[in-house]
Structures are given as C-alpha cells and as structure tokens.
C-alpha cells in the first residue's frame, strides 16, 4: 500500500478542517480528522482546538494503539473511533467525524438514511444507518460502530453526529458532504414537500453496474 507524504497530508487535515467549519459541519472545537500515513502512523487533529483554526504543526502523530509521540498537539480524545476503523477495514486511509446539522438532527430523531431517492447518494455513500448510543471519548463508541465499517461507508452516531471513512482523506470528506446533501434533500421532501419518489431496485442495479 502506498501511503500519502505526511507533510502534505497535515496540510490537508488543515484545509478539510476550514471546509468543515465554514460549511458549519462543526462548531466550536466539535469534530475530528485522521489520516493513515503509514503501516502503524496515524496523524489526527488534536483536542480542544476549532477545526477552523489548525495549522500544521498542531497536528498530532500515533501509532495504530493511540500512542502520541508527542509530535503536535495532544490527539483527539475521539482518536478510539479512528483507529477502530483503520482496524476493521484494511482499505480505509482517513477517517472524517462530524455533527453536520440536518444528518445528525436524523440521528437525533432516530431516522436512518436509507431511502434511495437520490443517484448521487446511492453512488457515493448508499445507506446510512445508525450506530447504538455510546458516551464519547470511551471504550463504547469503538465498539457501537465496528459492525458497520466494512459494509458501509459510513455512520450516524445516535445523538452525536456522522463518521465517514474512504480510501483518502478527499474520498472520505466528500462522503461527508454528501450525507449531508442527501439528508437537506431527504428532508425538504419528506418535510415540506410531503413526498419523496423512490429509486425502484431495478434503477439501483443499473446505478451500481
């Protein structure tokens, strides 16, 4: 596997980050970003600092365990999440989490993203579900989404907000933006306009072929 020059990639999570601020993905110091650098290098954003405001010397270096080498800033207290991840799909090299605000006011209502309504979201991120509850920060929140990792490219965390994982750290913001794309229109549909029109499983076969 090749893995992206860890420079560039710090520079990356800074940028992504001011994209997720500016969108409102993220408030105050909410959120986390991670990229897989090497065989047993992750490099994350670190705690309690604005997403919109990093540079890249802030950003942190560990190992696959959550060991900081002391190398910027001490990691995320969600790092947990990250690497459980990296652990459950070998094919994953960044991992995005979030609290974008109409996909996790769907997990705060307990309504997964399921309906295919959308070609760009059948392609890009197909069905979202939601992961049990689980207090941040702990041993809990690994553990509720490790079903989902390899068969999905994502995740509602209930009353939390959205993971997203990809084969780059691109690939797997643009999963995150399009979730919530998917959830605006979902939602407009449902909400306002009282009806959706679903994709039928022939169209679908045809999308993914």
Not at 85 to 91: A, D, G, I, Q, S
């Amino acid at each position: 596997m090749t893995y992206p020059n860890v420079e560039d990639s710090k520079k990356m999570i800074c940028e992504i980050g001011r994209r997720m601020y500016q969108r409102e993905y993220v408030a105050a110091n909410d959120g986390n970003i991670s990229v897989k650098v090497g065989e047993n290098l992750i490099i994350s954003t670190p705690t309690g600092v604005s997403k919109g405001y990093m540079t890249p010397d802030m950003i942190s270096e560990v190992d696959l365990e959550g060991n900081w080498g002391g190398i910027g800033l001490e990691p995320t207290s969600e790092l947990k999440m990250h690497l459980r991840v990296y652990k459950e799909n070998k094919n994953v090299g960044s991992v995005v989490h979030a609290h974008p605000p109409i996909a996790t006011a769907f997990s705060v209502a307990g309504i997964e993203l399921v309906k295919p309504i959308l070609i760009e979201n059948v392609l890009m991120v197909g069905p979202i579900l939601i992961a049990p509850f689980a207090k941040p920060g702990t041993q809990e929140v690994p553990e509720s989404i490790a079903p989902y990792c390899k068969k999905y490219k994502g995740v509602l965390l209930a009353n939390h907000g959205a993971l997203t994982w990809g084969k780059d750290l691109t690939e797997a913001y643009h999963r995150l933006e399009s979730m919530e794309h998917y959830a605006k229109i979902l939602m407009y549909s449902t909400k306002i306009l009282g009806s959706n029109r679903e994709l039928d499983s022939e169209q679908i076969e045809r999308l993914i072929d």
